[in-house]
């Protein structure tokens, strides 16, 4: 079985500073990963998602996240946080077989200070 | 293009009553997935539904059942509601079952208030 740990609850930050949520897995097979994003009382909403290829992938609204295979990671970062950022922010993975669900972290909430 | 829409959105029910979620997938979408998020608990994997065939179900007791129609819209039902239901209950769907690359993308979601 599959599961994602989101090392940190909460993230303050002020505005215009970098920001970085960790996001670790683990698995016994490949899987795919995926970085969601919650609005206050909102849905989810895809900001990236690796499938192969690249480790570095870039996203919506200026996110970027890197696979890193050997630590089993991948942690989204964005080098300006805007208050615009603040929100809920999911890490999920999904078996790389045959259709499946995506397994969530826990989430992080990023809250940016002005 | 539509996305994943979900009605109600917001409702409140007695412990002890019944209720039914209802979603409709993105038009192209055969798989419809649906999941709890409580306060404090993240989100939970509840049912995944794919061509009308429930596929998977998570670790929830059997009172939470759903179905899938022939137009790939589904519904959620919860017996003899508890007060811990209170949640927001989320809809997801993505295109045929099959390649797990494929994206899921969430509706808005249904409000749950149990009393």
């Known amino acids: 079985?599959?599961?994602?740990?989101?090392?940190?609850?909460?993230?303050?930050?002020?505005?215009?500073?970098p920001v970085e949520l960790r996001c670790n897995y683990s698995s016994s097979v490949s899987v795919y990963l995926f970085w969601y994003v919650q609005y206050p009382n909102q849905g989810l909403q895809l900001l990236l998602k690796y499938l192969s290829g690249s480790t570095l992938v870039k996203g919506i609204n200026g996110f970027e996240a890197e696979f890193n295979k050997s630590q089993t990671s991948f942690h989204l970062r964005k080098p300006s946080v805007h208050i615009s950022d603040t929100a809920e922010y999911f890490c999920a993975v999904r078996l790389n077989n045959a259709g499946n669900m995506l397994t969530f972290g826990g989430g992080t909430r990023l809250m940016v200070k002005p | 293009e539509a996305g994943v829409t979900q009605s109600p959105t917001h409702l409140i029910k007695t412990r002890g009553q019944q209720v039914t979620l209802r979603c409709s997938p993105i038009s192209g979408h055969t798989s419809v997935y649906w999941y709890q998020q409580a306060l404090g608990l993240g989100l939970q994997f509840l049912l995944w539904y794919d061509e009308g065939e429930e596929r998977n179900r998570g670790n929830f007791p059997p009172r939470f059942s759903g179905r899938q129609f022939p137009n790939y819209s589904s519904e959620l039902n919860v017996n003899a509601l508890e007060l811990e239901d209170s949640a927001l209950y989320l809809c997801a769907s993505s295109f045929i079952f099959g390649f797990s690359g494929n994206t899921i993308y969430f509706g808005e979601g249904s409000w749950l208030t149990v009393v």
């Not at chain 1, 079985?1 to 500073?17: C, G, K, N, R």
């Open chain 1, 1 to 17: 079985a599959q599961s994602v740990t989101q090392l940190d609850s909460q993230v303050p930050v002020f505005e215009e500073a």
